[in-house]
């Protein structure tokens, strides 16, 4: 499948920085081939609404965001709040109409792959319900090394096609603080997932020259369709 889902351990862990940096490598590089940027849900203001500002994508904020609800919580309970229900089956129809005109899609998640959906369902269900593959960024800090562990157990228990794992700098992190809270090594040894790179921490994440260089120090070729 010509898409990538991005999803993290939890909320605010780096899953738009690294959306954004991948958009701006595709944006500076990659052209002609066309690119689809997809939120598939959100709730409050967020995600859709950087990306319109940021990029030229090509897309109706429909396409961008096919569910949206107004209270800043769990899709379902923010869709009951509303007297709505979550309509998967819209999103997967904006997804597949998407991905069927672009060379590439990219999909960023609401919330970590344990994150509810639906009453029933989490984001790590919806990627193995879509057969996508996904990459799941994982914060430098304290616990990195266990969050990492246990939510790679949860890819595997939902056989989710996980290409690996990005770990990204919440704060501005000193390479001693970066080995001691969340070696690569030991991450690798402990889930057999490769780490594919690390972001630095970003000042001013809305630098499209520096979040396209922070997506060329990455590992590309297992997480983008092209040869580089």
Known sequence: MNALLITGTDTDVGKTVLTSALVAYWQAYCKPRSLGVMKPLQTGTGDRELYSRLFSLDQTLEELNPLYFEAPIAPPLAAEKEGKRVKLEKVWQSFEALRQKRDWVLVESLGGLGSPITRETTVADLAWDWRIATVLVVPVK???????????????????????????????????????????????????????????????????????????????????????
């Open 142 to 228: 304290l616990g990195a090394i266990g969050q990492a562990v246990a939510n790679v157990a949860l890819a595997r228990s939902c056989r989710v096609h996980l290409k690996g794992i990005v770990l990204n700098c919440v704060k501005p992190c000193s390479e001693q603080e970066i080995e001691d809270w969340a070696p690569a090594d030991l991450i690798e040894s402990l889930t057999h997932v490769p780490v594919l790179g690390l972001i630095p921490f970003l000042s001013d994440p809305t630098d499209l020259t520096k979040l396209a260089q922070v997506a060329a120090d990455l590992d590309l070729e297992k997480l983008m369709p092209v040869s580089h």
